[in-house]
């Protein structure tokens, strides 16, 4: 168990070689752990509000986090430097995430909108405007497309660079609260603040299958690298591990006493670290298809 936030923990990271964690928090603050000690290397207060969303980069030196004072800043990963401020927002930064290669960053806010950045010079590259607020994004692992998920319950799949609008998926009757590529690319999840969990078909957008949980509130998912496991954490603290190939409820267990806000797969899949409500982010190890402390 990792403590040191002093609020809610509203985001987590994992670095792409499984050796560190970032945090965000409700206590405006940026935090990076490391694993193997379960110690706090540094902690930065450089938001003046909650800080909604935090991503790695691909080579693992940088880190963005949004936040509602409505600006995404990048940090050193090394010591907690402050590298960039990104301004163009105009409301609640709600996600962050940097494409699978590295070249761009993509900030969904509570503004209606969807930004696309060029690491290269930390400029605006596309908008994407939505006539609700957006809560999640997601690259696709060639990063071609990029997913957008908002509070009135759609999802858009776009082109990248150029914005071109390649899906809208069918209203989920709710707010999505997060959305995710599978490894391969094949399918995007879907989850809102309802019991169910959607599988679609990429390109096609065609609905695949569904999960639903016995009446729990869905908060935030994630695959496994392999792809075979989606993680789901809950509004109730249950965190289920859902079996794609034998299609049901591998394991579940309540470790946190409050609302899961996120989980992340270690790269090799065998960790899953996960960030609530009761302030505390947790470190599972998964083995055949179980969660243990």
């Known amino acids: 168990m990792l403590i040191g936030h002093t609020d809610w923990v509203n985001a987590i990271a994992l670095s792409p070689g499984g050796q560190f964690l970032v945090s965000g928090g409700r206590d405006r603050t940026v935090r990076l752990w490391r694993l193997d000690s379960c110690q706090q290397v540094w902690g930065v207060t450089g938001h003046a509000d909650w800080v909604k969303t935090v991503a790695f980069s691909p080579d693992g030196q940088l880190i963005a986090s949004g936040s509602g004072d409505k600006t995404v800043k990048i940090w050193s990963a090394k010591d907690g430097a402050l590298v960039n401020v990104l301004t163009g927002h105009t409301d609640w930064v709600n996600s962050v995430a940097f494409s699978p290669f590295g070249i761009w960053l993509l900030s969904g806010s509570a503004d209606k909108s969807a930004i696309l950045w060029s690491t290269e010079n930390w400029e605006q590259v596309k908008v994407f405007t939505h006539i609700s607020l957006v809560y ?23 082109k990248v660079p150029d914005g071109e609008l390649v899906l809208m998926l069918p209203e989920h009757g709710d707010w999505i609260r997060g ?11 879907t989850c809102c603040w309802t019991d169910t969990i959607r599988f679609w078909l990429i390109p096609e957008g065609r609905l695949a299958s569904s999960i639903t949980l016995p009446k729990e509130a869905t908060t935030t998912i994630a695959f496994s690298p392999d792809g075979r496991t989606l993680a789901i954490g809950t509004h109730g603290g249950s965190i289920y591990l859902w079996d794609l190939v034998a299609e049901r409820v591998a394991h579940v267990v309540q470790g946190h006493s409050n609302h899961v806000s996120s989980v992340a797969f270690s790269p090799d899949g065998k960790r899953l670290a996960s960030g609530s409500r ?13 969660l243990t402390p």
């Open 278 to 290: 009761d302030k505390t982010i947790r470190i599972w190890k998964v083995e055949d298809g179980v």
């Open 136 to 158: 999640g994004v997601a690259f696709s692992p060639d990063e071609t497309l990029v997913a957008t998920g908002t509070y009135d319950g759609t999802a858009k799949i776009w």
């Open 179 to 189: 959305l995710v590529f599978s490894p391969d690319g094949k399918i995007l999840a």
